[in-house]
């Protein structure tokens, strides 16, 4: 299993709609997650962080961990045109390194 | 405060010529990252440097990539004899340490001819 793993898309909503963004770690010694979201032709830019099990709200976005089932998710209510872009999920590499891992990104697209 | 910057932001070089890609940190970070993304593709890690510690290179692809970083600050990633499988953009990430959150430069894209 990659050590981070992410549904490639393309996922499609329309405006206004919940956008519900998912990935999943093995490294069950993981503590803290990372969501970037990369514009075509741009950077990734960080956007939302979580350590600790539940819900951790930011505006529109959501992210939720559950180390249990090694999951954590990006929710974007009340979806944007402007929200179109891939989403990159990242955890830290095994061994507690600063060094981060990243998904391959899920592609989300919000028609007006 | 200033983010990461990087330089050039775009390089075409012919096929066998080496590049010098630089990058600045954001000040204060101690942690620095370079990373590689084709283009649709997802990102690569090439070398990490963390304080005075010897760096991570488990991600350079070959011994035509290296990396050095002076003065605990500014990194400049070499590439010699480029070739066409190269062309890519060229990301540079820091970070302070505390929460391992990088913060990513603008890029060199990079383009062998």
């Known amino acids: 299993q990659k050590e981070v793993e992410q549904n490639s898309g393309p996922l499609s909503v329309p405006e206004g709609a919940i956008a519900s963004l998912n990935c999943t770690y093995s490294?069950?010694?993981?503590?803290?997650f990372f969501w970037y979201r990369q514009y075509s032709g741009k950077s990734p830019e960080l956007i939302m962080f979580?350590?600790?099990?539940g819900d951790k709200e930011d505006g529109r976005f959501t992210a939720q961990l559950n180390k249990a089932s090694q999951y954590v998710s990006l929710l974007i209510r009340d979806s944007q045109p402007s929200d179109s872009a891939t989403y990159l999920c990242?955890?830290?590499?095994?061994?507690?390194?600063?060094?981060?891992?990243f998904g391959k990104g899920t592609k989300l697209t919000v028609n007006p | 405060g200033a983010g990461v910057s990087q330089s050039p932001s775009n390089k075409v070089t012919e096929k066998g010529k080496d590049v010098e890609l630089r990058c600045d940190p954001i000040?204060?970070?101690?942690?620095l990252y370079w990373y590689r993304q084709s283009l649709g593709q997802g990102l690569e890690f090439l070398i990490y440097?963390?304080?005075?510690?010897?760096?991570?290179k488990s991600g350079l692809p070959s011994d035509r990539f290296s990396a050095e970083r002076t003065g605990g600050s500014v990194s400049t990633l070499t590439i010699q004899r480029t070739q066409q499988e190269d062309s890519a953009v060229y990301l540079c990430?820091?970070?302070?340490?505390?929460?391992?959150?990088?913060?990513f430069g603008p890029g060199t894209r990079l383009t062998v001819t």
């Open positions: 000040s204060g970070h101690t942690a």
């Open positions: 490294d069950r010694g993981s503590q803290s």
């Open positions: 440097f963390q304080g005075n510690s010897a760096p991570d």
């Open positions: 990430a820091s970070s302070a340490g505390t929460h391992y959150e990088q913060y």
């Open positions: 990242a955890a830290p590499t095994r061994g507690g390194s600063e060094k981060l891992v």
């Open positions: 979580i350590y600790s099990n």
